[in-house]
């Protein structure tokens, strides 16, 4: 199917929906005040047909900006991705701005404009309540001092900040107010110009949404209901089922380390804490979520002396919120120093996860804990805090918050040395969070897509500041090798467990992990590495890293997979990203062989999950009724008052329980009048289920299929129901909680957001990949949605890598069979 005849599709689609899309805004989410007339859309001349028509780009175009210093050639393959070809790495990078912003305009706008707390400017009053909790984050306050900071150094930073602003803003200027994409038409709105604060704006957004959390409080208060020992056992700093990410006990650095013991939470600061959880608890399944389980990742490497092509094969697959347009951009950027493919988010003047002529890596997120909270005691003015043996002032910053159709809201922003702080009823919490220190992780991406060596590649990583990642890699030599590396705090208590106590300098931060400290590891004996979002070293590793870790089954997985096969074969590893089998089946289902006394239905299931070899496909009722035994398991497990409105003990620390200390008080129900044993809770468990089962589904397995139950969801970025028709499915997708392909939740919203396999066999190596939705975020497009289908039937795409132009229409005859999955 042609570009055009997508485009003239989705023009006479859009332009019945349209009216009904704003009726909704209207009448399903009063958020969106001050609406543009509809005659503004429905213009014959200026309206969606001229949206329409500047959907789709030529396919190779020659750019001539007065800032380039020669011309540039930007040629699009056939799914619309961008080949740069310049003279310069400054003209390459004012090029990739430039075709960003033709791509995705609405997209370079939005996200900073999360991450800087402006939402109602443009969304209304509705939107007000995430605007404060956003600016209480510290995320503005301290991409204002970054982009500061590198602008007075000037530098390479600098320049490459400048030099996308530049690119992108030479395509904003040149548009008339009727040529701006379909969103800004339709909240009425025309974008500012771009900056260096926008791209810092970013790096904080992504900051945020992999490392952001709010539960100190519950870890302190867990402590307390439980008492030391219980905690330690239900809430573990080390995983004891995972398979840790480096191979070599102690993570490469000698030494012990600890169980961590929290000090006594202070009250003073608990209603503030409850107040910044509540806020951030009450923005999830939007933009503003923050950190949550299901954000992480897979990546995994094979030798050569593992691998069927006697090379190096490295394969990443990042878990992230899945929309339209996707978070990431495609490109390939060539000039006389560089020839890089791979992702960005819309805004970084670099690929973010990429291979060049000579290495290759991936990412997956640490998972570190990297942000504290602290707990101040006010006086009783409610404008000093104590510290140590006297008082300090907070700082107040008076704060305008501009809103549609409304008079501004004047607020104020506190802050105390620890950082920003929230204020509640009974005192403050103050957060100190990596995100707020000085970054240089623009020079880490600078170095890593000109690395030719791994002394390059790690001297670029020793850039890295935030987020911390698990980064994966491989290069034409045969090496392969893991750190986990960024801002891992080095905290005076050697922890930061729990509310901390603001009052005293016994929790403030000495400095970071060192670089060479890092957990790493270099062409291990095992010939394979890889990373799960798992703890990153064992127990022996000598510095904190977090605690209470989760992620378990595809660490299990994958290490299964990769140790089940003298070599893989590029295919295999496509095939591991397409994996859905649950290894929950595998721990828990075996738990239930010899049970009796069962009820004819619940026997039934016990021998339906006994008999199913686990994979979770579209086919199989097995996979729904373990989805709803495992929700009543954790229900009727932690049934204690003591759990009520906290963090439950993990899936894998309930199985520990189930399978080593089956007499457990935890295993009690405590609505039953006598005491159960595990084997008795997992009797009560699968009673429960069968009755649930009948009476959601009625009791006929053709009713149970996966496939019907289990969906994949493609929300706008926006993330409002208002612009349902701009998502994609919901989408029949196979699948599970944990599963090395990610699909947790009915349906599901966070998935691999980028697949990629790179093969280091050919000179120079050669990628495979995709994500879903396209290149463009013109709902107009061909290339809006185009991945789509290939995403949800895992299918890879030949990523085009040629050294000229003329060499990318050679390439592209054989990538166009590989277009039309449908």
């Known amino acids: ?55 789709e780009h030529p396919p190779e175009q020659t750019l001539r900006l007065d800032a380039l210093d020669a011309p540039v050639t930007v040629a699009r393959d056939v799914r619309g991705v961008p080949h740069i070809f310049a003279q310069s790495d400054r003209d390459v990078v004012i090029a990739l701005g430039y075709v960003v912003a033709q791509d995705r305009l609405f997209q370079l706008d939005f996200i900073p404009r999360v ?31 970054i982009a500061a900071k590198i602008e007075a150094e000037g530098g390479l930073e600098k320049d490459l900040s400048h030099w996308f602003a530049t690119g992108a803003n030479a395509y904003i200027d040149a548009l008339d107010d009727e040529d701006f994409p379909f969103e800004f038409r339709l909240f009425g709105y025309r974008p500012g110009r771009y900056s260096a604060l926008h791209a810092a704006r970013l790096m904080q957004y992504f900051a ?54 929290m000090a006594e939470a202070p009250e003073a600061g608990r209603a503030a804490m409850a107040r910044l959880a509540a806020m951030q608890e009450r923005f999830m399944g939007t933009v503003a979520e923050g950190f949550i389980p299901g954000k992480g990742s897979n990546n995994w490497v094979v030798s050569g002396a593992r691998s069927t092509t006697g090379a190096p094969i490295l394969a990443g697959d990042m878990h992230l919120r899945l929309t339209m347009p996707a978070i990431w951009y495609e490109a390939h950027l060539v000039t006389p120093t560089m020839n890089t493919y791979g992702v960005m988010a819309p805004g970084t003047p670099l690929p973010v996860e990429a291979f060049n002529d000579h290495v290759g890596w991936a990412f997956t997120n640490t998972g570190a804990d990297v942000i504290d909270h602290y707990a101040l005691d006010l006086d009783e003015g409610g404008l000093r805090y104590r510290f140590e043996d006297g008082w300090r002032d907070l700082e107040a910053v008076l704060d305008t918050i501009p809103v549609k159709g409304r008079p501004p809201v004047i607020d104020t922003l506190y802050y105390a040395h620890w950082g920003p702080v929230v204020l509640g009823d009974d005192g403050a919490v103050a957060t100190r969070w990596v995100a707020h220190e000085e970054s240089h992780t623009l020079l880490a991406l600078w170095g890593m897509n000109h690395a030719r060596s791994l002394d390059d590649f790690k001297t670029a990583l020793e850039y890295w500041d935030a987020p911390a990642q698990n ?28 509310l901390l106590d603001g009052s005293t300098d016994a929790f403030e931060w000495t400095g970071r992990v060192p670089f060479d400290e890092l957990p790493h590891s270099l062409n291990p004996a095992q010939g394979f590495l890889t990373s799960t979002n798992q703890q990153p070293a064992d127990s022996t590793y000598p510095h904190y890293l977090g605690h209470n870790w989760r992620s378990t ?69 097995e996979p729904l009724v373990l989805d709803e035994l495992l929700d009543i398991l954790e229900a009727l497990t932690w049934d204690e008052p003591v759990f009520d409105d906290a963090r439950l003990p993990s899936e894998t620390t309930l199985y520990i329980l189930l399978r080593n200390d089956p007499d457990a008080d935890w295993l009690d129900v405590q609505a039953t009048e006598g005491r159960e044993d595990a084997a008795g809770l997992l009797r009560l468990v699968l009673e429960a289920t069968a009755d649930t089962m009948e009476a959601r589904y009625g009791w006929d397995t053709a009713a149970w299929r996966w496939g019907d139950h289990h969906k994949v969801e493609i929300r706008h970025l926006t993330q409002t129901a208002a612009l349902r028709a701009l998502w994609r499915g919901p989408l029949e997708y196979p699948g599970f909680a944990s599963t090395l392909s990610p699909a ?17 066999s050919q000179q120079p190596p050669v990628g495979y990949g995709v994500y879903p939705g396209g290149q463009s975020g013109n709902p107009f497009s061909a290339f809006y949605d185009l991945h789509v289908p290939a995403y949800v039937q895992f299918t890879h795409y030949d990523l085009l890598k040629p050294a000229t132009p003329e060499a990318l229409d050679a390439a592209e005859v054989s990538s166009r069979l590989m277009l039309s999955p449908e």
């Open 208 to 261: 945020y949404d992999l490392t952001f959390r709010t539960d100190a409080a519950d870890y302190s208060t867990l402590q307390e209901r439980l008492g030391a020992a219980a905690y330690a056992q239900l809430y573990p700093r080390h995983n004891a089922l995972s398979v840790p990410i480096i191979p070599e006990p102690g993570g490469i650095a000698p030494g012990a380390a600890a169980q961590p013991s």
């Open 553 to 621: 089954y595809r660490s299990l997985r994958i290490d299964t997979l990769l140790r089940g096969q003298p070599k893989h074969s590029v295919d295999d590893l496509k095939r591991y990203q397409a994996d859905v089998h649950a290894v929950q089946r595998d721990l828990f289902v075996p738990l239930l062989d010899t049970l009796g006394g069962l009820s004819a239905h619940a026997d039934t299931l016990r021998r339906l999950l006994a008999s199913w070899p686990g994979e979770t496909t579209l086919d199989r009722p």
């Open 1 to 55: 199917m042609t570009p055009s005849f997508h485009a003239g599709k989705r023009l006479f689609s859009l332009g019945l929906w349209a009216g009904a899309a704003i009726l909704l805004l209207i009448v399903l989410n009063g958020s969106f005040a001050g609406l543009a007339p509809l005659g503004v859309l429905f213009d014959p001349l200026d309206g969606l047909y001229r949206t329409a028509r500047l959907a």
């Open 115 to 145: 991450a800087s707390g402006r939402l109602a400017e443009v969304f209304g009053p509705a939107s007000l309540g995430a605007d404060r909790f956003l600016r209480r984050t510290g995320m503005d306050w301290a991409a204002q001092k």
């Open 471 to 498: 980064i994966v890699y491989a290069d034409v030599e045969g090496n392969i090798a893991i750190r986990s590396t960024g801002y891992l705090p080095l905290r005076k208590a050697g922890h930061g467990v729990g």
């Open 744 to 760: 947790s939740g009915r349906p599901t919203t966070h998935s691999a957001s980028w697949r990629v396999v790179v093969d280091f």
